[in-house]
């Protein structure tokens, strides 16, 4: 293959010498304020055409989101209803579904535009989760409190109640969090796991069945744990020797 530079700051790679009559250019953009996707999500089958998702599943998404002022992207997650741009200058924009975010919007539509995600009271926001198929997102704050959004189904937002509304909420901040300095944080459908500054494994929601009443993971309490990672039925914690534990 040979790489070259084309107009607008683009490349595209050529197939010189192939093995199969098959061939073709693959175009790569670089980008600082924008980013391209592949595959769609739930909520764009109800703002795409037929024709635009047949194209999607053979090529790339035709929707280009761009930030709207002269910061550049420093992380994305995306979900089935809604997805998180971070930003140089964190801040954080959403796109999708504003309603599963909690926030009242005059357009009912999902919007493939990036708008700024309020968040009050907090510092600066230096990492976001949204798990597997999650309907919910959370933002962790560099002085290490967590913020919750989104839809709570099975307590993931560490409230506890018997009585739970299946409303989207704001970004809030989660409380029961409030004598811990949360470093790292994930999420999958129904389940928040959070690593603390002294190397505590918390979790709330569908996937506690090793936690205690804190949320706290009892089998790991003699380990440093400084990662962890939600897949859709299991967990992997990564500890400050670099060894990893799985479960689920």
């Known amino acids: 293959n040979a790489i070259s530079a084309v107009k607008d700051d683009n490349f595209v790679i050529k197939e010189i010498i192939s093995s199969s009559d098959f061939s073709f250019d693959l175009t ?6 924008s980013f391209r996707t592949f595959g769609y999500a739930a909520f764009e089958e109800e703002i795409l055409n037929n024709a635009q998702l047949q194209k999607i599943q053979t090529s790339f998404n035709c929707f280009i989101p761009a930030l709207p002022d002269d910061s550049e992207i420093s992380g994305i997650v995306s979900g089935k209803e ?6 140089s200058n964190n ?31 907090v510092s600066k926001i230096i990492q976001t989760s949204l798990g597997h198929d999650g309907l919910h997102t959370l933002l962790l704050s560099e002085d290490g409190s967590v913020f919750f959004a989104g839809t709570v189904r099975r307590g993931e937002d560490g409230e506890i109640s018997k ?13 029961r969090l409030d004598n811990h300095f949360i470093i790292h944080v994930s999420s999958n459908n129904g389940t928040s796991a959070f690593v603390t500054k002294t190397g505590k494994l918390i979790m709330f929601g569908k996937d506690t069945s090793f936690c205690d ?20 039925a299991h967990t992997v914690a990564l500890n400050s020797k670099g060894q990893i534990y799985s479960f689920g």
Request: proline share 4%.
């Open 28 to 33: 790569l953009n670089l980008a600082k304020r």
């Open 163 to 175: 009585r739970r509304l299946l409303k989207p909420t704001k970004p809030k901040r989660i409380s």
């Open 91 to 121: 801040k954080v924009y959403y796109y999708g579904k504003g309603a599963s975010l909690g926030l009242k919007s005059l357009i009912k539509s999902p919007s493939l535009k990036l708008s700024e995600l309020t968040i009050s009271k």
């Open 82 to 87: 809604f997805g998180l741009v971070m930003t």
């Open 213 to 232: 009443s804190h949320g706290i993971l009892l089998h790991l309490q003699d380990q440093h744990i400084i990662k962890v990672a939600l897949g859709k």
